[in-house]
């Protein structure tokens, strides 16, 4: 492999920064924000912010709080669809011989500087059903040691379906025997939050969420997702710490890193329902590691960070913003 010299780049730095136009932020105060230009100063509210609410927080409660916690949840479990509680339901109890629990949480979900109620499903070292959603909602979940999703019906039916969010938090680890897939509601939140637990999903179905020019898809906070095949994200990218891992990438319109560790190992590709859409990679911090083919009209606005990617000494859309980054070519 070769590191591609910063110097070679300078006349396209210069003339990236004169079309960009001066720097959001030249305070000096040493911030992550310090020097940024503004073309790449996407997300940076993600920085500071945590999905999760403390329990005396005094944020305000949202107007449509309730809607983050439905009445009813329905689910799968062993191929079969059912519900959770009720008259004629399961208990979280029963299914998990009592590793896990489920309550709704009063105001715990922090979006916009507002409070949401959500489903909360904590869980150590345990089986977590195949909860799904009829009307949207938040679901919450907490996991300690090693914890598995599955709803019996194979390939058939997706993981946690139907709900606008999906948050994972916790210190262990959710592994997922069928795919994950939630969002598509019209909320504008993230489909999917993972902060701070390890998490791996065959698959990944994200659908659009209600502000896409605003409101990133998939969020990694800390913590690490896993997908060993294909993620289909609908939408803009965020990672800000941990990991993230997938074998092929698929509409994402913005890769955003502000840390840790991006890895696509095949390809970054657009489908047929979204011909204009033009991936872009902004690199404001961490390390991205993407050696298999992206599309070539990819934009590349590089400030801070570490990128491995081939050919990205020719191609047209790499724009150079600054001199604390490090790019790496696969190919030699």
């Given at each position: ?32 924000l ?17 999905p ?26 062993e ?26 949480a009063?105001?715990r979900f ?8 959500c489903i ?9 059903p ?7 909602g ?74 896409g ?10 913590g690490?997702l ?20 997938v ?18 190992a ?67």
């Open positions: 492999m070769k590191k591609l010299s910063l110097l070679l780049l300078t006349l396209s730095l210069l003339f990236t920064l004169c079309a960009c136009g001066a720097p959001a932020d030249t305070s000096g105060d040493g911030s992550p310090d020097g940024i230009p503004e073309v790449c100063r996407v997300y940076d509210d993600y920085l500071d912010w945590s999760i609410a403390d329990t005396d927080s005094s944020l305000p409660l949202a107007s449509s709080a309730k809607r983050g916690a439905p009445d009813r949840i329905p689910l799968w479990h191929g079969a669809f059912s519900q959770l509680g009720g008259s004629d339901g399961l208990s979280m109890a029963e299914l998990t011989d009592g590793k896990a629990t489920e309550e709704g009063y105001g922090c979006w916009g500087g507002q409070l949401y109620h909360h499903v904590r869980a150590a070292d345990s089986f977590i195949g909860l799904c959603s009829d009307f949207g938040i679901l919450w979940l907490e996991v300690e040691g090693d914890c598995r999703a599955d709803n019996g019906t194979g390939d058939g039916v997706g993981l946690f379906a139907g709900f606008d969010t999906v948050v994972i938090t916790g210190g262990g680890k959710l592994t997922l025997t069928q795919p994950l897939e939630t969002g598509g509601c019209g909320q504008s939140w993230p489909a999917l939050i993972v902060d701070g637990a390890d998490v791996v999903t065959p698959y990944l179905f994200l659908a659009a969420n209600g502000d020019e605003h409101t990133a898809n998939l969020v990694v906070r800390s690490s896993t997908v060993s095949e294909g993620a289909f994200v609908t939408g803009d990218i965020c990672v800000t710490g941990g990991a993230l891992s074998k092929f990438l698929t509409d994402c319109p913005r890769m955003v890193c502000w840390g840790g560790v991006v890895s696509v095949d390809s970054w590709n657009v489908s047929a329902e979204h011909p204009d859409m033009i991936p872009a990679v902004l690199l404001n911090g961490g390390t991205l590691n993407a050696e298999g083919w992206i599309d070539e009209r990819c934009e590349y606005q590089l400030w801070r960070g570490t990128i491995t990617a081939p050919n990205l000494d020719v191609l047209p859309g790499v724009h150079l913003l600054g001199d604390s980054v490090t790019i790496i070519d696969p190919q030699g």
